[in-house]
Structures are given as structure tokens and as C-alpha cells.
Antibody, heavy 119, light 112 residues
Framework: QVQLRESGPGLVKPSETLSLTCTVSGGSINNYYWIWIRQPPGKGLEFIGYVYYTGRTSYNPSLKSRITISIETSKNQFSLKLTSVTAADTAVYYC?????????????WGQGAQVTVSS | DIVMTQSPDSLAVSLGERATIDCKSSQSLLYSNNKNYLAWYQQKPGHPPKMLIYWASTRESGVPDRFSGSGSGTDFTLTISSLQAEDVALYYCQQYYSGPYSFGQGTRLEIK
């Protein structure tokens, strides 16, 4: 079955760029929307943005100025870059997939990657 | 942006009893296709959320039938008909009517 796995540095310095990659295995990245969501420690879930396999993106306006989400279909991967990070960006970052036909629920999630922003 | 508010923040229910969690949206999630754009998730410590319900009342494949979703418009409910020990978790509602997608603050369900 399709599985998602996040990878990237677990520690990022303030003002630097957070970079994460999600690898899709067991199925194709094509024809789906792929998402990033984060969860600060002890807090709720925040939608970051999504990318369609064509490269079309949509971002949360609260983070839009700092986010880039991209996709590499040949590698079955999509990525998140978040610039100018602060301690408030410390969170578990999840990659996920939208439902069939692009419906906006999330039936498939990665295990999550802990990212800490600290000097 | 649509704001999702869950109640209560925490809930303790005896094993075998019914548990209900409410979710209210700041605007209607009912689209012209007569579908409510709302999902429910369960999250256990150290794990990602698991989708239970979508379209407000459609159970995801493999989810036990003791979980059910109801409601329409701005008011929704997740019901666990007979609480099992493995149901202890955080529960979130999520709207996908319009961007940015948003979640409720979560409800912590415990055993009484």
C-alpha cells in the first residue's frame, strides 16, 4: 500500500531555512494532491499548503510569504521549504495526501518529522 | 478563514458508555451538492492523525462501526457508541469547504 516518509534535518538554527522531503512509496505521486501539515508541541494541527502533481500549489496565507512546496514526480517526492524560521516553527511536520478527486480530507499520512528551531 | 471550535476540550467516559464530541464551524460547510465538507480524525500519542469520518458521516474503510458522524451546516457530532480502551486519544474535526483547510483545537478523550 502507499506509504509516506518525511526526511530532513531535525535541528534548524533561527533565521535559517527548514527543508523537508516526503517520499511516496508503493504507488505513484501522479494525479494526487500532496500536503504539508504541522503540529507544534502540545498543540493542534495547522495546514501549511499543498502541491498538485502538475506543480500547482496553494499555501496557508499565514505562512505564504515564507513557504515553497515543490514536487519531483520522477523521484516520487515532494518538498517543503520554510524560510526565516523562529522557535515558533518548532513542530512535528507531517506530509499527507488529499482524498480521491482532490477532496480536501486527509486519508493518508506520514509518521511525522520532529523539527526543532534552536541555536 | 473558517474557524472550527470543538467542545468539550476534554471528556472522561466509562468503558462501554457513549462518548460524544461536538464541532461547530464559523460558517456553513454544506455545499450545493448537498455534501458537508467535514472530516474527523483520531490521534494517539506519538502517532499521526488517523482519518475516521469524511463527508461528515462516511466512515473510512476499516474504522469500527461504533464510530459515527452526524450533523449538517455548522454543527457536527462524533459519537462513539460504546467506548473501548483503545479509543483513548485526541480527536479533531477538520473543514475542507474552503481554504485554508482548518482543524478544531482537539478534544482529549479519557476513561472514567
Amino acid at each position: 500500500q502507499v506509504q509516506l516518509r518525511e526526511s530532513g534535518p531535525g535541528l534548524v538554527k533561527p533565521s535559517e531555512t527548514l527543508s523537508l522531503t516526503c517520499t511516496v512509496s508503493g504507488g505513484s505521486i501522479n494525479n494526487y494532491y500532496w500536503i504539508w501539515i504541522r503540529q507544534p508541541p502540545g498543540k493542534g494541527l495547522e495546514f501549511i499548503g499543498y502541491v498538485y502533481y502538475t506543480g500547482r500549489t496553494s499555501y496557508n496565507p499565514s505562512l505564504k510569504s515564507r513557504i515553497t512546496i515543490s514536487i519531483e514526480t520522477s523521484k516520487n517526492q515532494f518538498s517543503l521549504k520554510l524560510t526565516s524560521v523562529t522557535a515558533a516553527d518548532t513542530a512535528v511536520y507531517y506530509c499527507a495526501r488529499l482524498g480521491e478527486d482532490g477532496d480536501g480530507y486527509f486519508p493518508l499520512w506520514g509518521q511525522g518529522a520532529q523539527v526543532t528551531v534552536s541555536s | 478563514d473558517i474557524v472550527m471550535t470543538q467542545s468539550p476540550d476534554s471528556l472522561a467516559v466509562s468503558l462501554g458508555e457513549r462518548a460524544t464530541i461536538d464541532c461547530k464551524s464559523s460558517q456553513s460547510l454544506l455545499y450545493s451538492n448537498n455534501k458537508n465538507y467535514l472530516a474527523w480524525y483520531q490521534q494517539k500519542p506519538g502517532h499521526p492523525p488517523k482519518m475516521l469520518i469524511y463527508w461528515a458521516s462516511t466512515r473510512e474503510s476499516g474504522v469500527p462501526d461504533r464510530f459515527s458522524g452526524s450533523g449538517s451546516g455548522t454543527d457536527f457530532t462524533l459519537t462513539i457508541s460504546s467506548l473501548q480502551a483503545e479509543d483513548v486519544a485526541l480527536y479533531y474535526c477538520q473543514q475542507y469547504y474552503s481554504g485554508p483547510y482548518s482543524f478544531g483545537q482537539g478534544t482529549r478523550l479519557e476513561i472514567k
